[in-house]
Structures are given as C-alpha cells and as structure tokens.
C-alpha cells in the first residue's frame, strides 16, 4: 500500500502525525467559511422567502457541494434550481474528468482532457473541480496554477483546497508556516483527516505554532478515528511512549494492529515483531512477510529466522496467507 499522500513532508521522524483539544485564541486564526449550509424544516419556517437569496451567495455556499447535495438543494424552490444549474453541470464534467485521468468506464487515461473538464467544472464554481485542477497542475510541476486554484477552493471553503493549499505553503521557499497552519485548522474543524494529521505534525514540530505534544496527540486521535492509516501507527506511539496520551499497552497494540492491517509497512513489522515475542510465529511471519514485501529491510531478517523453525506445511501456508492478504480500507 502506498502510504505517501500528495505534499506529505518527512524528516526521518519516527512520528509522521498529531492530536486533537480545544485550541482557542490566536493559535489558529479563523477565516469565514461557506462550507457548511443549514437547510431550516419550510414547516417551522413558511415565512422565510429562500428565492430572495443572492445567486452569488448560494453558489459561494454550494460551490463545495457533491452531486447529491445540489440535488437536494435545487429542490428548495425554483430560484435555487436555476441559480445552481452551472454546478449541477460541473459535476457531470468533474465526473468526466475523473474517468479521463484514471482510465475508468471505458475511457482510455488521456490527462490533457481530465484537465480540459476538470478547469470548465471549475470555471462554473465546482470547488471539487478546482482542488482536482490544481493535483493535475502540481503533477505537471505548473505549481503556481496550482495553488492558486487550491486557494480559490480554500476560499470558498472546501477542506481539500484548504488542506492542499497548506502543503503548498509548508513546502514553499521558503515556508509560510503561519498561513499553513492557519488553513489547516480550518480544514481539521470541519473533519478533513489528512488536514488533522498534518497539523498535528505541525504541533508537533512546533512550525508555525508552538510545540504542543498532549494538542498534537489529540489530533493524531482524531484523524486516526476517521481511518487515517498513519495517524493510527502515531497514535500508537504515542500511547506506547506516553508522549500526550497516558501510556496503555494495550491501546498501542490496537492501534498498531488497526495501521498494519491497513497496509502501513513500519506497523507491519513493528506488530510482526511483537507477535513473534509472544510466541505466535504464524502471524508473525505473515506480517513480517507483508512488511518485507513493501522495502522494510529489517523485516526480511526476523522472517528467515522464524521461517528456519517452521515446517514445510507451516512455511506453505503463511506464504499463502501472505499472498492472499488484502487491506482494509482506509482514509489513506
């Protein structure tokens, strides 16, 4: 399993993630964000005139909306339905655009045109399309295009945006830390994984915010809650060290499982490693194996060495198990 995300930053720290508390003050400035509408029950609310809401501003609100909530939304009066028609339409070029970059249904992978539907769904306000402009962009090392869409996204409210913008910034030179760690947050209240994972790297570092282990745990937790797979493996650390969370084999040891059976290499060996201390050679060996499989060198070793104690049948059968294995699903 390919563990790197786009823009991931490593150090060679064993840590690659961070927690979640109540940061208030001026730790994380706040900017205004569309992303989030309240649809009010019309039975409590007949008096409420829903068509004399400014076009500009519900396409602003909706420009984060996936296919299923402009259809609903356009459901809400037929001032609505016309005012979010050129974003029912970036959805049908968003979903074009996918199937152009990755080969699906039948369309052979042709980048050119996936960026060609990709940039017309954000010329009609898709944030969606804009965020999946820009990865083409960034790809093709035209990073300034990039950002800038990313940070009309951001702008507009949407978590991807936000959180692509603040790797773009993070990896700047030189690096705008401040503004990165201000878009993360943004995007980590609104529960976007990879957002959380990285700004508790950023506490956790302490760039462009003071060091804060127990607030960097936290939101190693969290993103590790919402299938984060190397939040899961820092959660485990943290819990196996003590480092902002009260220390609990137990916990380390469940979270470990959780990261390598969900494809993270270091967790597969680490966990191996553990289950070959407590005897139990067959598990251990498949883990071991994965793990060798995926470049982790030390792995290799400890395998051969139980390999040597198993029977022919026994080394058949972890082998069998190894090439049958297959990982749960994740947020990446």
């Known amino acids: 399993m390919k563990q790197n995300t786009w823009a991931a930053r490593s150090d060679g720290s064993r840590y690659l993630t961070l927690p979640l ?84 249904g039948g369309v052979r992978p042709n980048l050119d045109k996936a960026l060609d539907s990709f940039l017309k769904g954000a010329a009609r306000g898709s944030a969606l399309a804009m965020v999946d402009a820009g990865l083409i962009y960034w790809e093709l090392g035209q990073k300034d295009k990039a950002v800038a869409l990313y940070h009309k996204a951001a702008e507009l409210g949407d978590p991807a945006g936000q959180c692509n913008l603040a790797i773009s910034f993070l990896q700047a030179e030189p690096p705008n830390l401040k503004e990165a760690v201000t878009w993360l947050y943004q995007a980590s209240i609104a529960g976007h994984v990879r957002s959380q994972y990285q700004l508790a790297l950023c506490l956790h570092q302490g760039r462009g915010v003071n060091c804060n282990i127990k607030d960097a745990a936290r939101w190693y937790l969290k993103a590790a809650e919402g ?106």
């Open 21 to 104: 508390s109540k940061i208030q003050g001026p730790k994380f400035p706040t900017r205004t964000s569309t992303h989030q509408i309240q649809f009010y029950n019309t039975r409590q609310s007949d008096d409420r005139d829903f068509s004399a809401l400014p076009y500009d501003v519900l396409t602003k609100i909706a420009a984060s909306f996936n296919l299923q909530n402009l259809r609903a939304a356009s459901l809400v009066c037929k001032s609505w339905s016309e005012a979010l028609k050129p974003l029912r339409e970036a959805m049908l070029l968003l979903h074009w655009g996918k199937r152009f970059k990755h080969g699906r």
């Open 227 to 332: 299938g984060y797979v190397r939040a899961m493996y820092n959660v485990s650390l943290c819990y196996s060290s003590g480092e902002g969370l009260v220390r609990s084999h137990q916990l380390a040891r469940k979270w470990m499982k959780r990261a390598a059976d969900r494809g993270h290499t270091k967790a597969q060996f680490e966990h191996g490693l553990a289950l070959f201390s407590e005897g139990d050679m067959m598990k251990a060996v498949v883990y071991l194996e994965l793990a060798t499989r995926a470049g982790e060198r030390a792995a290799a070793h400890v395998k051969n060495v139980i390999l040597q104690q198993l029977s022919a049948t026994s080394r058949d059968r972890v082998m069998l198990l190894a090439d049958n294995w297959q990982a749960l699903p994740s947020s990446r």
